[in-house]
């Protein structure tokens, strides 16, 4: 399959008392669907006077939002977001939790890691204390989002096109021609995360779901031996080997990609929703491309455990977007 990955917001508290949602999100399509996806886009785009630029989810009404959506939804696509409400937290409070974790990174250090490991985890420390907050969010929540794609993909797909399971090709809007720093430390805490979620909440499968493909390359109950503790007395064949989900990112320039420049157009669409400034007409059928989750269709996550979105006179506006998309995503 191919995920492409955009971020839509500036991940900055606001100075006035209103929803402030920032959001990361991805567009997975099957790889056999691709070419006559962007086929479509194209003709889209050349409809809207967009023939040969790139095409940015603010320049979209309500109407061609729901075009794009209504043609993806045509292909057993998905979509996925996270999402913060900004007003709701605090700067203290964000700096605290960076800080929290870049020292858990060098409190995992053991007698078993060499010389090398150990100068890498105190630069991964450096490099996350560095970030200043914003990036520090939103390199938190693309963690959240690709281990919220591997969960749901695997489930979705192994009941539609277990095939798309094979390979997991990320492609993710690049900021600058270098690697920036917040882009370096995600990539690299994704697996290591990944993994510790999987301790925690190892991977559903369902009954009648098809893993041949998914299990084809990667192994299964084969537990390192310094991860044995953390696995305690659980089935080692609840766990699989994680590496090669996560393997192969790459940052790419939106200009020349259009299953990017479609994830900034639906990834932006949501963040205008959920602050109110996208009427109903252009986000009332994103549930044709959204697959439920745990909980509700769209992650809203904090930083601060004491964010309450009661501090606002009336309900912030996502509460609509989330209350009926809830009621129209697709089921796994």
């Not at 963690?143 to 539609?160: A, H, N, P, V």
């Not at 080997?241 to 259009?258: G, P, R």
Request: glycine share 4%; with cysteine.
């Amino acid at each position: 399959m191919n995920i492409y990955i955009d971020e839509a917001g500036s991940f900055v508290k606001p100075e006035q008392n209103k929803c402030a949602i920032s959001t990361v999100g991805a567009l997975i399509l099957p790889e056999n669907k691709t070419k006559i996806i962007f086929s479509k886009f194209e003709a889209l785009k050349k409809k809207w006077g967009f023939a040969d630029t790139e095409i940015k989810g603010s320049q979209l009404d309500e109407s061609q939002v729901n075009s794009v959506i209504e043609m993806l939804s045509k292909y057993n696509v998905m979509f996925e977001v996270v999402a913060i409400d900004m007003n709701l937290e605090e700067n203290d409070i964000t700096t605290e939790h960076k800080l929290n974790r870049a020292q858990k990174l060098v409190d995992s250090i053991t007698e078993e890691f060499n010389e090398n490991l150990i100068q890498y985890i105190h630069n991964t420390k450096q490099e996350i204390e560095s970030l200043p907050n914003q990036l520090y969010v939103q390199v938190t929540l693309t963690i959240e989002l690709l281990i919220q794609i591997f969960q749901k993909t695997t489930l979705y797909y192994s009941l539609r096109k277990p095939k798309e399971l094979e390979n997991f090709k990320w492609m993710v809007d690049a900021k600058n021609m270098n690697m920036t720093t917040s882009e370096k430390v995600w990539s690299e805490l994704i697996l290591p995360l990944a993994q510790t979620r999987s301790f925690e909440e190892p991977l559903m499968m369902l009954n009648e779901g098809d893993y041949s493909y998914f299990f084809k390359n990667r192994t299964r109950g084969e537990i390192p031996e310094y991860l044995i503790p953390h696995v305690g007395e659980r089935d080692p064949n609840d766990f699989s080997e994680l590496n090669s989900v996560f393997s192969d990112i790459t940052f790419e320039d939106s200009k020349n990609n259009l299953g990017i420049q479609l994830a900034d157009i639906l990834t932006t669409a949501i963040r205008r929703s959920m602050n109110g400034n996208l009427q109903k007409n252009g986000w009332k059928n994103f549930g044709k491309v959204i697959v439920m989750g745990k909980k509700q269709s769209i992650t809203l996550r904090s930083i601060s455990e004491e964010a309450n979105p009661d501090k606002y006179e009336t309900k912030p506006p996502y509460n609509e977007v989330i209350g009926d998309l809830n009621k129209t995503t697709k089921s796994i």
